[in-house]
């Protein structure tokens, strides 16, 4: 009996998982939509908007780090 107490168990942790697997396994993909309207309202998503304001900087550090 005890058996299906792990076995519950290891469920309830592997559904999460598998889900966020899917929703964010690929590393280079871009992060599904959140459905905010943002995009709607001022023409930029912010997930993305964030993400290349951060590829901007490094982009900035390493030509800096080559000029020095």
Excluded: D, H
């Excluded at 168990?9 to 959140?34: F, M, Q, S």
């Excluded at 930029?44 to 490094?58: F, M, Y």
Aim: contains cysteine; positive net charge.
């Amino acid at each position: 009996m005890a058996w299906y107490g792990w076995l519950f168990l290891i469920a309830v942790l592997a559904v999460p998982g598998v889900i966020c697997g899917i929703l964010y396994g690929g590393k280079n993909a871009g992060t599904p939509c959140i459905g905010c309207g943002e995009c709607i309202r001022t023409g930029e998503c912010v997930l993305i908007k964030n993400r290349q304001k951060a590829k901007k900087a490094a982009e900035k550090r390493k030509k800096e780090g080559e000029a020095s």
